[in-house]
């Protein structure tokens, strides 16, 4: 059994913070998240941590690991450098709570600002649609997405820019392209992309695909393709002339 | 939401992080290989010599437009070119595939890293607390891709003419040509091959293919389009690398062929 060094940030809103030094045991199979558990236990028995499902699926013990935005719950102890301290803190694109706790509120604001799926009329008479699996393949993808808000987290429009107020962030570029490319969509959210939500200052990082535990090719497959969109919309003038001329 | 500060200190400033991998690693090297490829191909572009072996053109310089060349499409310089700046034919078309990359989705993210710390790397501090990205003059114009990549498909059909005239090689002694196959002939093939890779696999592509649809079954076209094109966008990274790699080589093969340094051997 070996025994590890923990730094994890302590401190809550509005009151300065510091790392503080924690020891514990270390058995084979153990992840970040059962550490702090242990610690807890042990040692810091008012150390404020989220948590759920510790199976990588309900995205709450989001943190900084070793300075890497990850899950808690998907980091094993055994990948993580053995030669340091291993350092736990919060997301740091949120406001503090307490500890390792962030307040996420704000993405959840964001979401009702994205318009709703508007479905086409049913096409059949019991109200039901019809759709090809081939359609669909496409944003089952984006269905993925735990809101576990790492993606959001190493963004550095978010993160060390602060542009919540003109940009929605990876999380919802994902969840616009679920809406915007699902075959039975007939909602245009194009202007709302450009303007208010800022799709424009992406620059392509791919941070957030490196962060997200579901694999979601995020820069690729989601905010790519809606980088697109907006160009045919607003910056193409001659698919402009095509669309005015075809119809289409 | 107001600008969030928390309890936690700002990791503001180039290079601050909490990072303890060589996160430095691949944004240096983006650093010295486009800086060495931009200084390699500038170079070679005012060289306006030793782009041509037989049968072979270099990719830095087709199509020759102008040029003292039998590859010139329009014959020599033109007469309205200024006396006071140098002349290659060269500058009249690397600007359109210098265009097509320095646009490409992939490249943006990595030079915007690599050359403007925007940032350096992922959870890695900015130098920078401006930052206005693609939504504003001058980045905003990097919306013009997609004309770029209309010119760069024009490049793939001219550098696949090419590759296939690197195949007929002149008989010294009849003067008539014959079908061949030479070191350089693989070169030249090799190069079309992979820029195609890295053409049909952009982004921009991807979506002008099938990707604005959002219902593509019913078109078997399209879909296969689409399907192919997202094939090779998965790998757009390494052919957007290999291709780069593969230009400046095929441009030294030619020179060195060309300056005698090389010989070109014939397989077939």
Same mark, same amino acid.
Request: proline share 5%; net charge positive.
């Given at each position: 059994?070996? !025994?590890?060094?923990?730094?994890?940030?302590?401190?809550?809103?509005?009151?300065?913070?510091?790392?503080?030094?924690?020891t514990?045991?270390?058995?084979?199979?153990?992840?970040?998240?059962?550490?702090?558990?242990?610690?807890?236990?042990?040692?810091?028995?008012?150390?404020?941590?989220?948590?759920?499902?510790?199976?990588?699926?309900?995205? !709450?013990?989001?943190?900084?690991?070793?300075?890497?935005?990850?899950l808690?719950?998907?980091t094993?102890? !055994?990948?993580?450098?053995?030669?340091?301290?291993?350092?736990?803190?919060?997301m740091?694109?949120?406001?503090?709570?307490?500890?390792?706790?962030?307040?996420?509120?704000?993405?959840?604001?964001?979401?009702?600002?994205?318009?709703? /799926?508007?479905?086409?009329?049913?096409?059949?008479?019991?109200?039901?649609?019809r759709?090809?699996?081939?359609?669909?393949?496409?944003?089952?993808? /984006?269905?993925?997405?735990?809101?576990?808000?790492?993606?959001?987290?190493?963004?550095?429009?978010?993160?060390?820019?602060?542009?919540?107020?003109e940009?929605?962030?990876?999380? /919802?570029?994902?969840?616009?392209?679920?809406?915007?490319?699902?075959?039975?969509?007939?909602?245009?959210?194009?202007?709302?992309?450009?303007?208010?939500?800022?799709?424009?200052?992406?620059?392509?990082?791919?941070?957030?695909?490196?962060?997200?535990?579901?694999?979601?090719?995020?820069?690729?497959?989601?905010?790519?393709?809606?980088?697109?969109?907006?160009?045919?919309?607003?910056?193409?003038?001659?698919?402009?002339? /095509?669309?005015?001329?075809?119809g289409? | 939401?107001?600008?969030?500060?928390?309890?936690?200190?700002?990791?503001?400033?180039? =290079?601050?992080?909490?990072?303890?991998?060589?996160?430095w690693?691949?944004?240096?090297?983006?650093?010295?290989?486009l800086? =060495?490829?931009?200084?390699y191909?500038t170079?070679?572009?005012?060289?306006?010599?030793?782009?041509?072996?037989?049968? %072979?053109?270099?990719?830095?310089?087709?199509?020759?437009?102008?040029?003292?060349?039998?590859?010139?499409?329009?014959?020599?310089?033109?007469?309205?070119? $200024?006396?006071?700046?140098?002349?290659?034919?060269?500058?009249l078309?690397?600007?359109?595939?210098?265009?097509?990359?320095?646009?490409?989705?992939?490249?943006?993210?990595?030079? %915007?890293?690599?050359?403007?710390?925007?940032?350096?790397?992922?959870?890695?501090?900015?130098?920078?607390?401006?930052?206005?990205?693609?939504?504003?003059? $001058?980045?905003?114009?990097?919306?013009?891709?997609?004309? &770029?990549?209309?010119?760069?498909?024009?490049?793939?059909?001219?550098?696949?003419?090419?590759?296939?005239?690197?195949?007929?090689?002149?008989?010294?002694?009849?003067?008539?040509?014959?079908?061949?196959?030479?070191?350089?002939?693989?070169?030249?093939?090799?190069?079309?091959?992979?820029?195609?890779?890295?053409?049909?696999?952009?982004?921009?592509?991807?979506?002008?293919?099938?990707? &604005?649809?959002?219902?593509?079954?019913?078109? $078997?076209?399209?879909?296969?389009? %689409?399907?192919?094109?997202?094939?090779?966008?998965?790998?757009?990274?390494?052919?957007?690398?290999?291709?780069?790699?593969?230009?400046?080589?095929?441009?030294? %093969?030619?020179?060195?062929?060309?300056?005698?340094?090389?010989?070109?051997?014939?397989?077939?």
């Amino acid at each position: 059994m070996a !025994s590890r060094t923990f730094r994890i940030w302590r401190g809550e809103q509005g009151a300065d913070g510091q790392f503080a030094e924690y020891t514990t045991d270390i058995t084979e199979g153990m992840v970040v998240l059962d550490a702090v558990h242990q610690i807890q236990a042990e040692s810091a028995g008012d150390l404020a941590v989220r948590w759920n499902c510790k199976a990588g699926k309900c995205g !709450s013990c989001s943190a900084e690991v070793n300075g890497n935005p990850r899950l808690m719950c998907m980091t094993r102890m !055994s990948d993580l450098p053995e030669d340091r301290p291993v350092t736990i803190e919060p997301m740091r694109t949120f406001p503090l709570l307490k500890d390792l706790v962030t307040d996420v509120s704000w993405n959840f604001e964001v979401k009702k600002r994205i318009k709703k /799926f508007k479905p086409r009329a049913p096409d059949a008479a019991d109200g039901t649609w019809r759709m090809d699996q081939r359609d669909v393949d496409r944003v089952q993808e /984006f269905r993925k997405c735990i809101e576990c808000f790492l993606c959001q987290d190493v963004c550095h429009v978010l993160r060390d820019s602060h542009k919540h107020d003109e940009f929605v962030g990876p999380r /919802f570029f994902v969840h616009a392209a679920a809406l915007e490319m699902h075959p039975l969509d007939t909602e245009d959210r194009l202007e709302e992309l450009k303007e208010a939500q800022g799709v424009g200052y992406c620059n392509i990082t791919k941070c957030c695909t490196k962060v997200c535990p579901e694999h979601i090719t995020i820069t690729d497959n989601a905010i790519i393709p809606l980088k697109e969109r907006v160009v045919d919309r607003f910056y193409d003038p001659v698919r402009n002339l /095509f669309r005015i001329v075809t119809g289409r | 939401m107001p600008t969030v500060a928390g309890a936690l200190p700002e990791q503001q400033g180039f =290079g601050v992080t909490r990072r303890r991998d060589n996160w430095w690693v691949v944004p240096a090297a983006t650093f010295a290989v486009l800086s =060495g490829f931009i200084v390699y191909s500038t170079w070679a572009a005012f060289q306006n010599a030793h782009y041509e072996f037989g049968n %072979y053109l270099s990719p830095m310089y087709s199509p020759v437009l102008f040029g003292d060349s039998h590859h010139a499409w329009f014959g020599g310089k033109p007469s309205i070119w $200024p006396a006071f700046l140098p002349w290659s034919p060269a500058l009249l078309i690397l600007w359109a595939p210098a265009g097509f990359r320095l646009t490409c989705y992939y490249y943006r993210g990595s030079y %915007y890293k690599a050359f403007w710390a925007s940032p350096v790397n992922c959870t890695v501090g900015k130098p920078w607390r401006t930052y206005r990205g693609e939504n504003s003059l $001058p980045l905003i114009l990097q919306n013009v891709h997609r004309y &770029f990549l209309y010119l760069a498909v024009a490049f793939i059909g001219i550098l696949s003419w090419d590759a296939w005239m690197a195949m007929w090689f002149v008989d010294p002694a009849t003067g008539t040509e014959q079908f061949g196959v030479g070191v350089g002939t693989l070169v030249l093939t090799t190069n079309v091959i992979l820029l195609g890779g890295y053409t049909f696999g952009c982004h921009s592509f991807r979506h002008l293919a099938g990707g &604005f649809l959002n219902r593509i079954s019913g078109k $078997p076209a399209r879909q296969c389009a %689409y399907s192919c094109s997202s094939w090779l966008n998965v790998r757009h990274m390494k052919f957007a690398w290999t291709s780069l790699f593969w230009v400046a080589f095929s441009d030294v %093969y030619v020179r060195l062929c060309s300056m005698g340094i090389w010989t070109d051997y014939r397989i077939l």
